[in-house]
Nanobody, 128 residues
Framework: QVRLVESGGGLVQAGGSLRLSCTPS????????MAWFRQTPGEKREFVAS???????????DYTNSVKGRFTISRDSAKNTLSLQMSSLKPEDKAVYYC??????????????????WGQGTQVTVSS
């Protein structure tokens, strides 16, 4: 059974930092696209960042505009883990954050429907 397990969420003051981690089990995703999404109550799941395997480049990152310069996505292929370092957090970053992975390779998508595997989510709360 394939599982993605997120950790690292919590409560932080505005301007602070948090690091989220995602640990897959059941298969490896070394050449899959892995991503972070977030969701607030009543809203659609929103793309945050992704890493896509590109031969020769290794992992190509992509970010939604609102987090560029503040968030950094990274992968450790040896440990099969995905991370999201979040800095300069703002109250509007408050959401449940989800780890996602594609089934195939070379997916370049910010749409949640294109990702086959999902974690259970971890809450991030930013106080003002």
């Amino acid at each position: 059974q394939v599982r993605l397990v997120e950790s690292g969420g919590g409560l932080v003051q505005a301007g602070g930092s948090l690091r989220l981690s995602c640990t897959p089990s059941g298969r490896t995703f070394s050449t899959s696209t892995m991503a972070w999404f977030r969701q607030t109550p009543g809203e659609k799941r929103e793309f945050v960042a992704s890493t896509r395997w590109i031969s020769g480049y290794r992992y190509y990152p992509d970010y939604t505009n609102s987090v560029k310069g503040r968030f950094t996505i990274s992968r450790d292929s040896a440990k099969n883990t995905l991370s999201l370092q979040m800095s300069s957090l703002k109250p509007e970053d408050k959401a449940v954050y989800y780890c996602a992975a594609s089934d195939g390779n070379d997916l370049a998508s910010t749409s949640a429907q294109d990702y086959a595997y999902w974690g259970q989510g971890t809450q991030v709360t930013v106080s003002s």
